[in-house]
């Protein structure tokens, strides 16, 4: 159980608190690329986004420079996100003032002929890069850190396929979600084992496992109280889950939490998933999911399409919600599945983060053992607040050598034999190494 203190202090994320603070020390996801796809969404790439509690305006100039900017003009204060793209910036529609992608302030047309007013005055403005089918920003202070060498950063354009999302709560319990290995037993049960051709999301629970050809749905429903091993790693930590199904057979799952903010998990054999958590502010969030794929060129029209199905646009807000209660079914769940949500685990975890209440109150929870990464998370969240507060460096996080070094991570979903933790953590690792020497694109770790 938390203090009521300590609570906010890991789940604030507005400017100035200390939550805020160690945030702002990492490049944060701010929109898909496909949200800038004119060919898509018309031809004017301005867009108004939230993150951290902070609003901003993103846009292409005519030029194709992308530009952050805070999204009150300086003059003052209307929106920026109406403002005109031309003239080589963004145009304030009150009266005319015009910024570039770096803030400045290009004219300001209504003061009188020779006015200077334009040196004395600028927007701030924040650095942007593209990667992996998204447009990343940095809201800190000072230089932005290298970014690391994940394989959703490292793989070619071909083979990742960036997704988002948006939960109503606040950002921490939907990472937590990520790091709870038990729950999958639960939350994400199936009465009956898959159907063949059955294509669903979050397959991977219901189909065989690498190496096996016993249904996953099996597998989870009958052995849910797992083995859990939580290490420290240069991303932050590594799970292992084992599963013990026999002398001679066990499941393995290697999953990862990503300092600060995702966990990387396996998809299938050819896919990985990392999924960064993103605040709008305390209340909600995007999960952006970068799907990475060892094997063939991933079909984005194909996974866009599909997951479009579920998701209205332009905010990216799941079809399924409180407002329809998740598609909530009695009679589904007393023979289909555990939560009578539908077959979408996303719907069964966006219900189990939603659930939890705006903010989760942790002064009233009780912490079990299968909670271990939780809590190894919360100590190194709480930790790094702390440095960052010090004025130090918070971890997984520098320059370009540091950034170098965190690669990958392993991940894996397999039937192993029996044997030791360590013996079933190398077989994890051992296939994980294999695929990724398969790997058109070379990714080592
Ligand atoms: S408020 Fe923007 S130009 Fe006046
Ligand atoms: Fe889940």
């Not at 609570?7 to 929109?31: C, E």
């Not at 420290?232 to 499941?251: E, N, V």
Request: with cysteine.
């Amino acid at each position: 159980m938390m203090s009521r203190e300590q609570n906010d202090r890991i789940s604030r994320v507005g400017p100035g608190t200390p939550g805020g603070r160690l945030l702002r020390h990492y490049w944060q996801p701010v929109a898909l690329l496909d949200e800038f796809d004119t060919a898509r969404v018309g031809p004017r790439p301005v867009k108004a986004v939230r993150v951290l509690g902070q609003d901003f305006v993103l846009f292409r100039d005519e030029q194709d420079r992308w530009g952050l900017l805070d999204r009150d003009c300086p003059h003052r204060g209307a929106d920026l996100a109406y403002g005109r793209r031309e003239d080589g910036g963004l145009r304030c529609p009150f009266h005319g003032w015009l910024f570039d992608v770096d803030g400045r302030c290009l004219e300001t047309p209504a003061e009188p002929e020779g006015s200077r007013l334009c040196d004395r005055i600028r927007q701030r403005a924040y650095p942007v890069r593209v990667m992996a089918g998204a447009v990343w920003a940095w809201l800190g202070e000072g230089e932005p850190p290298a970014f690391p060498a994940l394989d959703c950063f490292v793989a070619p354009d071909s083979h990742v396929f960036a997704f988002k999302g948006l939960w109503d709560c606040n950002w921490l319990q939907s990472l937590e979600v990520g790091i709870d290995p038990a729950h999958a037993s639960f939350l994400h049960r199936f009465f009956e084992d898959e159907q063949p051709g059955e294509q669903s999301y979050g397959r991977q629970f219901r189909s065989a496992s690498s190496d096996s050809d016993l249904p996953m749905t099996k597998v989870m429903r009958e052995h849910y109280r797992p083995e859990i091993f939580v290490e420290p790693a240069p991303h932050g930590l590594q799970l292992t889950a084992l599963r013990r199904i026999s002398d001679t057979a066990t499941h393995v799952r290697i999953t990862n939490q990503v300092f600060p903010q995702a966990f990387a998990i396996p998809l299938s054999d050819e896919m990985t998933i990392t999924q960064f958590h993103v605040p709008v502010d305390d209340y909600s969030n995007y999960w952006f999911a970068f799907f990475t794929s060892f094997g063939a060129p991933v079909d984005k029209a194909l996974m866009r399409e599909q997951r479009l199905k579920m998701h209205e646009l332009p905010e990216y807000r799941p079809r399924a919600g409180r407002d329809n209660q998740y598609g909530f079914d009695p009679r589904e769940q007393l023979t289909q599945t555990y939560t009578g949500m539908g077959a979408d685990i996303n719907v069964h975890d966006q219900w189990a983060c939603e659930s939890q209440g705006p903010i989760q109150d942790r002064t009233r929870e009780h912490l079990g053992t299968t909670d271990k990464a939780i809590m190894a998370y919360r100590r190194m969240l709480l930790k790094a607040i702390e440095t960052v507060e010090q004025g130090g460096m918070p971890p997984a996080c520098g320059d370009a050598a540091q950034a170098e070094g965190l690669r990958g991570p392993v991940t894996m979903d397999a039937i192993g034999p029996g044997g030791s933790v360590e013996a079933l953590r190398e077989f994890g690792r051992g296939i994980d190494s294999r695929r990724r020497a398969r790997a058109s694109w070379g990714a080592r770790l």
